[in-house]
Antibody
Framework: QVQLQQWGAGVLKPSETLSLTCAAY????????WSWIRQPPGKGLEWIGE???????DYNPSLKSRVTISVDTSKKHFSLELRSVTAADTAVYYC??????????WGQGTLVTVSS | DIVMTQSPDSLAVSLGERATINCRSS??????????LAWYQQKPGQPPKLLIY???TRESGVPDRFSGSGSGTDFTLTITSLQAEDVAVYYC?????????FGQGTQVEIK
């Protein structure tokens, strides 16, 4: 059964770049899409984007101009970069596996705080 | 984007009673006889957990007191016989297209 473990910087200043990585352990990496989803404190869930093992991506249009999702299939890792962050990007960021576009496995979440 | 709207925003139900959460999509999410709708449960400090997909299929290991129904644009999550461990926020989500979007969430509490 796959488990997702994520890591990355938790505190950023405005205009910096958010960088997170998620590793998949114990399951197949190919044949799935892998997503990033975020949740501002006390609020709902927002899908950021997805990638597959070939590097094919799709992004939420609301964030597309600032987001890059990449993959390292050899390590079973995928990563998120979000550029030019502001306080509005403060959130818990989750990585997740998609099974037929359904988020069936989630990482533990990383709180990223943007503050000057 | 498809907008997912849940009702109510919160509800309080007595232990052992039924809880019903509604979800409406702004567009039809029924294609090829499948409804592209999932339900998740999120407890404080935890990531969401998949409960239901294809609108009515329970994920492995999910208790059978959780059930999903509906089609097209209107969907329902029902918890029969609410247990203390069911206190959580519940989200619906469509996956018929991108961007995938979620409802705003429904907080379920014990009365």
């Amino acid at each position: 059964q796959v488990q997702l473990q994520q890591w990355g910087a938790g505190v950023l200043k405005p205009s910096e770049t958010l960088s997170l990585t998620c590793a998949a352990y114990g399951g197949s990496f190919s044949g799935y899409y892998w997503s990033w989803i975020r949740q501002p404190p006390g609020k709902g869930l927002e899908w950021i984007g997805e990638i597959n093992h070939r590097g094919t991506t799709d992004y939420n249009p609301s964030l597309k101009s600032r987001v890059t999702i990449s993959v390292d299939t050899s390590k079973k890792h995928f990563s998120l970069e979000l550029r030019s962050v502001t306080a509005a990007d403060t959130a818990v960021y989750y990585c997740a596996r998609e099974r037929e576009a359904i988020f069936d496995t989630w990482g533990q979440g990383t709180l990223v705080t943007v503050s000057s | 984007d498809i907008v997912m709207t849940q009702s109510p925003d919160s509800l309080a139900v007595s232990l052992g009673e039924r809880a019903t959460i509604n979800c409406r999509s702004s567009q039809n999410i029924l294609y090829n006889s499948k409804n592209y709708l999932a339900w998740y449960q999120q407890k404080p400090g935890q990531p969401p957990k998949l409960l239901i997909y294809w609108a009515s299929t329970r994920e492995s290991g999910v208790p059978d007191r959780f059930s999903g129904s509906g089609s097209g644009t209107d969907f329902t999550l029902t918890i029969t016989s609410l247990q203390a461990e069911d206190v959580a926020v519940y989200y619906c989500q469509h996956y018929s297209s991108t961007p995938r979007t979620f409802g705003q969430g429904t907080q379920v509490e014990i009365k």
